[in-house]
């Protein structure tokens, strides 16, 4: 089946500043690549997704880029602000959803 | 258009017991997936049921079933708990089992003692 990596598992930020989570994918069969962001408590909630025939898309402060050679793909967040502190999940899917262990971020005012 | 809703909230079982967890999907949607995430952890993809018909199943024992009704909603039966199954069980649903985009119900904290 298919092993999703993610990493970092932490990440502190200056308020402003730009975050960086990077998840990598086994399965080249892999074509959905969705962002999901969980404060405490909540449920997760899709932020942003790429499919495999795109290399990257933007919403605002939020980019996704995928590099299906290399079989990696990373979330980019720009201008940080204090709401976007909480918890981070990518996921590879084929035919079912393979979640990453999830990146805490912190934005520090 | 309703979102994903999910009962009860939380629930305290017995180790040996058996619990039912319910979801509905959202307005339009009539496919639902059931994960288990553990604290710190990711979800774990548990099974997917797809117009009333299991579409899928991740590597969780015979123990753990489901049903989906006519209106899309939804049951996950566990058997036989154990301390392990303490989680968080999420639901998700979309509009299709070939469409990826799954929307989250907020959850059911099991905790079994």
Request: glycine share 8%; proline share 5%.
């Amino acid at each position: 089946g298919e092993n999703v990596e993610q990493h970092p598992s932490t990440l502190s930020v200056q308020e402003g500043d730009s975050a960086v989570i990077k998840c990598t994918y086994s399965d080249s069969a892999s074509n959905y690549f969705p962002w999901y962001k969980q404060e405490l408590g909540k449920r997760p909630q899709l932020i942003i997704d790429i499919r495999s025939n795109v290399g990257e898309k933007k919403d605002q402060r939020i980019a996704v880029t995928l590099n299906k050679t290399a079989k990696h793909f990373s979330l980019h967040i720009t201008e940080t602000q204090p709401e976007d502190s909480a918890v981070y999940f990518c996921a590879a899917t084929g035919n079912q959803f393979y979640f990453g262990t999830g990146t805490s971020l912190t934005v520090i005012p | 258009e309703t979102g994903v809703t999910q009962s009860p909230t939380h629930l305290i079982k017995t180790r040996g017991q058996q619990v039912t967890l319910r979801c509905s999907s959202q307005s339009g949607h009539n496919t639902v997936s059931w994960y288990q995430q553990a604290l710190g952890q990711g979800p774990q993809f548990i099974f997917q049921y797809y117009r009333e018909e299991e579409n899928g199943r991740g590597n969780f024992p015979p123990r753990f079933s489901g049903l989906q009704f006519p209106n899309y909603s939804s049951e996950l039966n566990v058997n036989a708990l154990e301390l392990d199954d303490s989680a968080l069980y999420l639901c998700a649903s979309s509009w299709s089992s070939l469409a990826y985009e799954q929307y989250f119900g907020p959850g059911t904290r099991l905790t079994v003692t």
